[in-house]
């Protein structure tokens, strides 16, 4: 009996060792569990996005991870379903992973907030971060806002003052098209907001929302963009979505320019073709071309090592911030533990591999930094998913002249 009991208190004293350990720690590595679609219609993407992870956190590591330990990304598919990745979030948080990161899908990324607030506020002892890596919806770091949420990308309204401000002067009709779902809705109202505040002359001759990963033909669609007489198609549209679209635009040879938000993302290059010279723009925060264009010669080095290993464009600059953002908020909170980390993080700034200043704004957690229009043309350095034709920075805006106002009235844990 006597020693049933000491084994017994053994064991509740090596539990409670590995509880004290903190989160992930007990593994030797700090565990970030990725949640994307990996497979189905935006598989492409998905992939793409932990490949080029993979790649920065195999750089992160080489320079020590955090705490004298490796970050670790645990992939779970989510197949664009906002179910599966709440099935994911479950798992990270049975097993004690401080962080979650998705980025594809708004309505997943507004799934995740709720969840997450809720699992945290009832389990104290394994909390976790979602850190949003491309999830834009406006409201999700306004009305929406959580202090366990922190996005990394800028959000829809921000990339819509840049897109009415790009316009030329001599374009004076476009047209909407949208995924129906909340980003695409949220595309459609922000930019229709800043073509009436910022370009009142412009008339949005066609506005249409259709339904996510379903239309396989987009030709209607095109005929009905050219019976409009818009000038311009502007689309938030991403993925085959995307690559669809413009693939019909261009094949039908209708007289138009393009105005996205991911034309430059995996799929998107060979979609357009030589055919799209000049005519396709994309707001982005990273280009192949943007490190020669300023004369950064380490972010330069870093693509084409990039390059030579993989089939495809590095055009994730913005992931490379975010892993930099967790090592330095996790070396300075001096623990795993998502509390810490998250009071780390906030208010924090970073100079990002390319030189610019960058900073998680306290307020709402959304990250302010620079962003970049490209077009895409030939005669660049660098071409894009081997087409002879690249993304040339046609504008850079400063974090400065990116912020805009919140109205996040954020719920804060007691520390």
Same mark, same amino acid.
């Given at each position: 009996?006597?020693?049933?009991?000491?084994?017994?208190?053994?064991?509740?004293?090596?539990?409670?060792?590995?509880?004290?350990?903190?989160?992930?720690?007990?593994?030797?590595?700090?565990?970030?569990?990725?949640?994307?679609?990996?497979?189905?219609?935006?598989?492409?993407?998905?992939?793409?996005?932990?490949?080029?992870?993979?790649?920065?956190?195999?750089?992160?590591?080489?320079?020590?991870?955090? /705490? =004298? @330990?490796?970050?670790?990304?645990? #992939?779970?598919?989510? %197949?664009?379903?906002? *179910?599966? &990745?709440?099935?994911?979030?479950?798992?990270?948080?049975?097993?004690?992973?401080?962080?979650?990161?998705?980025?594809?899908?708004?309505?997943?990324?507004?799934?995740?907030?709720?969840?997450?607030?809720?699992?945290?506020?009832?389990?104290?002892?394994?909390?976790?971060?979602?850190?949003?890596?491309?999830?834009?919806?406006?409201?999700?770091?306004?009305?929406?806002?959580?202090?366990?949420?922190?996005?990394?990308?800028?959000?829809?309204?921000?990339?819509?003052?840049?897109?009415?401000?790009?316009?030329?002067?001599?374009?004076?009709?476009?047209?909407?098209?949208?995924?129906?779902?909340?980003?695409?809705?949220?595309?459609?109202?922000?930019?229709?907001?800043?073509?009436?505040?910022?370009?009142?002359?412009?008339?949005?001759?066609?506005?249409?929302?259709?339904? /996510? =990963? @379903?239309?396989?033909?987009?030709? #209607?669609?095109?005929? %009905?963009?050219?019976? *409009?007489? &818009?000038?311009?198609?502007?689309?938030?549209?991403?993925?085959?979505?995307?690559?669809?679209?413009?693939?019909?635009?261009?094949?039908?040879?209708?007289?138009?320019?393009?105005?996205?938000?991911?034309?430059?993302?995996?799929?998107?290059?060979?979609?357009?073709?030589?055919?799209?010279?000049?005519?396709?723009?994309?707001?982005?925060?990273?280009?192949?071309?943007?490190?020669?264009?300023?004369?950064?010669?380490?972010?330069?080095?870093?693509?084409?090592?990039?390059?030579?290993?993989?089939?495809?464009?590095?055009?994730?600059?913005?992931?490379?911030?975010?892993?930099?953002?967790?090592?330095?908020?996790?070396?300075?909170?001096?623990?795993?533990?998502?509390?810490?980390?998250?009071?780390?993080?906030?208010?924090?700034?970073?100079?990002?591999?390319?030189?610019?200043?960058?900073?998680?704004?306290?307020?709402?957690?959304?990250?302010?930094?620079?962003?970049?229009?490209?077009?895409?043309?030939?005669?660049?350095?660098?071409?894009?998913?081997?087409?002879?034709?690249?993304?040339?920075?046609?504008?850079?805006?400063?974090?400065?002249?990116?912020?805009?106002?919140?109205?996040?009235?954020?719920?804060?844990?007691?520390?």
């Amino acid at each position: 009996m006597a020693m049933r009991i000491l084994a017994r208190a053994a064991g509740v004293a090596l539990l409670a060792c590995v509880a004290l350990a903190g989160p992930a720690t007990a593994q030797g590595t700090i565990k970030i569990a990725y949640t994307d679609p990996l497979s189905g219609p935006f598989a492409q993407v998905g992939d793409a996005n932990l490949k080029q992870m993979q790649y920065i956190l195999d750089y992160i590591n080489s320079k020590g991870g955090a /705490l =004298g @330990k490796k970050f670790e990304l645990v #992939p779970f598919d989510n %197949k664009s379903q906002p *179910s599966d &990745a709440l099935i994911a979030l479950k798992s990270a948080t049975d097993q004690n992973i401080p962080f979650i990161m998705q980025c594809s899908g708004s309505n997943i990324a507004a799934a995740l907030i709720e969840a997450v607030d809720k699992h945290n506020s009832r389990n104290p002892e394994s909390r976790i971060i979602y850190v949003n890596c491309g999830a834009v919806a406006t409201e999700l770091t306004n009305e929406k806002c959580s202090f366990w949420h922190f996005r990394f990308d800028a959000h829809v309204a921000m990339k819509a003052e840049v897109m009415a401000r790009a316009l030329p002067k001599e374009v004076t009709k476009v047209y909407l098209l949208n995924q129906d779902y909340l980003f695409g809705q949220s595309v459609q109202r922000d930019v229709k907001a800043f073509l009436a505040k910022l370009r009142p002359d412009v008339q949005v001759v066609g506005d249409e929302l259709i339904p /996510l =990963g @379903k239309i396989k033909d987009f030709a #209607p669609y095109i005929t %009905k963009i050219k019976a *409009s007489g &818009a000038q311009v198609l502007i689309t938030g549209n991403w993925g085959p979505d995307m690559n669809l679209l413009i693939k019909a635009g261009i094949d039908s040879g209708i007289d138009l320019r393009y105005y996205t938000l991911y034309a430059h993302i995996a799929g998107g290059a060979v979609a357009i073709g030589p055919g799209g010279d000049g005519k396709v723009r994309s707001v982005m925060s990273f280009n192949e071309n943007v490190a020669p264009e300023i004369g950064n010669k380490e972010a330069e080095e870093w693509t084409k090592a990039f390059r030579d290993k993989y089939p495809f464009d590095f055009y994730a600059a913005g992931f490379r911030t975010i892993f930099e953002y967790l090592q330095e908020a996790t070396n300075k909170a001096g623990s795993a533990d998502p509390l810490k980390i998250a009071l780390a993080l906030e208010g924090l700034k970073h100079k990002d591999f390319l030189g610019y200043e960058t900073v998680m704004r306290k307020d709402d957690h959304q990250l302010i930094s620079e962003y970049f229009v490209g077009t895409f043309k030939k005669g660049v350095k660098y071409d894009s998913e081997k087409t002879g034709l690249g993304w040339a920075t046609e504008a850079t805006i400063l974090a400065k002249d990116l912020e805009q106002p919140t109205s996040c009235k954020m719920t804060r844990p007691a520390k």
